[in-house]
Nanobody, 120 residues
Framework: QVQLVESGGGLVQPGGSLRLSCAAS????????MGWYRRAPGKQRELVAA???????NYADSVKGRFTISRDNAKNTVYLQMMSLNPEDTAVYYC??????????????WGQGTQVTVSS
């Protein structure tokens, strides 16, 4: 059993910052890719940022230069530092991880989602 638990969402004013965290726990053998998606009201889910176990990153064009993804492998945790937030960043943010469990099987796992609202 593997769980991803997110935290750090909330309400922030335009121009503000938030830091999201996502901790993986359970029968984990190894974690490959980790990252964040978001779904805004009335829009499709989109990739926000991704980070491989080797350190390669990928960002949506709309967040480049404002968001930074990082991970703490010792804690099985991925972070998303979000700066210069604007109302278009309002969405539910979901973390994901490609995890190999102790039995040797791997799957994609998802967090429950955390709401980020950017509004004055």
């Amino acid at each position: 059993q593997v769980q991803l638990v997110e935290s750090g969402g909330g309400l922030v004013q335009p121009g503000g910052s938030l830091r999201l965290s996502c901790a993986a726990s359970g029968s984990i053998f190894s974690i490959n890719n980790m990252g964040w998606y978001r779904r805004a009201p009335g829009k499709q889910r989109e990739l926000v940022a991704a980070l491989t176990s080797g350190g390669s990153t990928n960002y949506a064009d709309s967040v480049k230069g404002r968001f930074t993804i990082s991970r703490d492998n010792a804690k099985n945790t991925v972070y998303l530092q979000m700066m210069s937030l604007n109302p278009e960043d309002t969405a539910v943010y979901y973390c994901y991880a490609k995890i190999t469990v102790i039995s040797g099987r791997w799957s994609d796992y998802w967090g429950q989602g955390t709401q980020v609202t950017v509004s004055s």
